[in-house]
């Protein structure tokens, strides 16, 4: 089984509704997303995925958020913007975008450094 995975990120602000400390201010990050696609075999090329065209589909994605308020973006309108709501969001826009062999394996957001999160459906 092959695993390819690549790093982008955004910046944007956002708080979270009912958290009761001081990240229900308005505040900001410089979100790393990493995403993981597995096969289990190489394409003629000798490719398991395109890093390319990972790239392109997660920059697609990302976009949207890049330089927002995330509580002003669907679903974030009315969902908490929260890694973990970040994360599977991401994964539910990359998910259909692969093809047959090909799978999402899960997405990272981290939120500093030091504070990131794992979606995977398993």
Known sequence: MYQV??????????YLRGYGGKCEALHGHRFKVVVTLKAGKLNQTG?????????????EVLARFDHTCLNEVP??????PSSENIA?????E?????????TLSSVEVWES?????????D
Do not use: M, W
């Open 75 to 80: 679903p974030f309108d009315r969902l908490n």
């Open 47 to 59: 490719l398991a995925y395109d890093f390319v065209e990972l790239k392109h589909h997660l920059g």
């Open 5 to 14: 995975s690549v790093e982008a990120h955004f910046d944007a602000a956002h």
């Open 88 to 92: 599977a969001t991401i994964y539910g």
């Open 94 to 102: 990359l998910k259909g975008r692969f093809p047959d062999g090909v």
């Open 113 to 121: 450094p030091q504070s990131g999160v794992t979606y995977s459906p």
